[in-house]
Structures are given as C-alpha cells and as structure tokens.
Nanobody, 122 residues
Framework: QVQLVESGGGLVEVGGSLSLSCVVS????????TAWFRQAPGKERDFVAG???????FYADSVKGRFTISRDNAKNTVYLQMNSLTPEDTAVYYC????????????????WGQGTQVTVPS
C-alpha cells in the first residue's frame, strides 16, 4: 500500500549537480517524516538529509551547504538537490519515510524506496 519510488540518479561530473525525487503513495505526504540515506559499496547506510517540517530539516555534516532537502506535499514528492558533487558522494540513494518522528538512524524509518544510483567519477 505504502510505496516510495526514487528517480533522478545518474552520472554527473565532479562539481556538478543532480536532483533526486521520491514519490510517496498510499498516504498523505504531510503526515510523514521523510529522509534521504545513501549507501556506498561495502559501507553502512548513512543518513544524508531529513525533512520533518518546513522549518525542521537536518543534514549530515558531509553534505551540509551542498545538499538541500525539500518537499511538495501536493505532489506527494520529496526532493534532494545535490550540488558541488564529489566522488565521495557516489552511492545508492534511498528515500525513507516514517509515520512518527524519526531521526538520523535507518532503523527509525518504516518505508523505503528501491534506491537510485548516483555516480561521480574521479
């Protein structure tokens, strides 16, 4: 019933930009806490950015100032704008949602998208 579908991943040059989208179906987006995570090969799934309200957003230190999370409740869509990309940003990016307030831990989220690959060659 509840589904999250990411899109927008791809290959981008160092210093370039990329925008990811996550469409949430089955529930009204405004009732969800949402976040983006990423996972590189051989590494754990790490928090990237969270959006719990228009004035309550959080970012990992590694992306602060470069990435921006936003949402359009009317479209049930969450976005992640990524700028100044580096090879260290290469990972599979996942959209996550929770019906309760959730933080920076993957275990706090109930629903996940399938992931979208972002590659920044060195």
């Amino acid at each position: 019933q509840v589904q999250l579908v990411e899109s927008g991943g791809g290959l981008v040059e160092v210093g370039g930009s990329l925008s990811l989208s996550c469409v949430v179906s089955g529930r009204t987006l405004s009732t969800y806490r949402t976040a983006w995570f990423r996972q590189a090969p051989g590494k754990e799934r790490d928090f990237v950015a969270g959006s719990w309200s228009p004035i309550d957003t959080f970012y990992a230190d590694s992306v602060k100032g470069r990435f921006t999370i936003s949402r359009d409740n009317a479209k049930n869509t969450v976005y992640l704008q990524m700028n100044s990309l580096t090879p260290e940003d290469t990972a599979v990016y996942y959209c996550a949602a929770s019906e309760r307030r959730s933080g920076r831990k993957a275990s706090e989220y109930d629903y996940w998208g399938q992931g979208t690959q972002v590659t920044v060659p060195s």
